[in-house]
């Protein structure tokens, strides 16, 4: 697990857009078995409260669920999986239409930019 963590957001709140963005990519799937809070604290090198916080948060987001006596896992709910991908994109591009909005750049020329920019990084 390689997680940069910023300044400005809690570090609880990073640690569920980790698991969040390894949702949507695929690299987590319905059902498959998480660290416990103790090894994530461990891996990450964030105190165990902030991983517990971190779970919780999963939890009330129905991302995990944990069973008695055994490890915490990925939902199986599909719905709440499709929902993540969605939410993160929906971020993205209401952070960039918010940053870009008082620059009042052409739709045409905004989106010919944003192709030429997505290709650009496919290449790489």
Excluded: C, H, W
Aim: net charge negative; no cysteine; proline share 6%.
């Amino acid at each position: 697990m390689n997680v940069a963590f910023n300044n400005r957001d809690p570090v609880y709140l990073q640690v569920v857009r980790y698991f969040k963005e390894q949702i949507a990519i695929g690299k987590l799937g319905p059902g498959q078995d998480i660290p416990s809070r103790r090894e994530l604290a461990a891996m990450l090198k964030i105190n165990p409260n902030t991983a517990q916080k971190a779970y919780k948060e999963m939890e009330e987001q129905d991302l995990i669920f944990t069973e008695r006596n055994f490890p915490s896992r990925i939902t199986t709910n599909t719905e709440v999986l499709n929902s993540v991908r969605a939410e993160l994109i929906t971020e993205a591009v209401d952070s960039f239409v918010n940053a870009i909005k008082p620059i009042n750049v052409p739709l045409d020329e905004l989106l010919g930019l944003i192709k030429e920019k997505y290709q650009e990084t496919q290449i790489d």
